[in-house]
């Protein structure tokens, strides 16, 4: 059983600055691809970003290219947001999740993970 825990969330005006951070436990960090979803009120959860094992294929969602990035340290088994840039429409709940498949074919695709965490806010100020 692998476990998600997200920090790094809070409260930032917009056109700031925050850094979510993704802690494993349970598995072999290295050998799942991970992804960044987000929930905003009333909204589905959807794609944000998402890097595969290797650490050298990535994707995100056309609403957050150019201003995030995602990132992965395999020896803390840990996955990285960096948001820059940020807009009020930002404000949601960050879930990070991870797929069993290192090269996951679905990696933009809420069942293209097996596990989640258990979200962190963010909130943009306008």
């Known amino acids: 059983q692998v476990r998600l825990v997200e920090s790094g969330g809070g409260l930032v005006e917009a056109g700031g600055s925050l850094r979510l951070s993704c802690a494993a436990s349970?598995?072999?960090?290295?050998?799942?691809?991970m992804g960044w979803f987000r929930q905003a009120p009333g909204k589905e959860r959807e794609f944000v970003a998402a890097i595969l094992g290797n650490g050298g294929t990535t994707f995100y969602a056309d609403s957050v290219e150019g201003r995030f990035s995602i990132s992965r340290d395999n020896s803390k088994d840990t996955v990285y947001l960096q948001m820059s840039s940020l807009k009020p429409e930002d404000t949601a709940v960050y879930y990070c999740a991870a797929g069993t498949d290192p090269d996951n074919y679905y990696a933009t695709l809420k069942y293209g993970y097996d596990y989640w965490g258990q979200g962190t806010q963010v909130t943009v100020s306008s």
């Open positions: 349970g598995g072999t960090f290295s050998r799942y691809s």
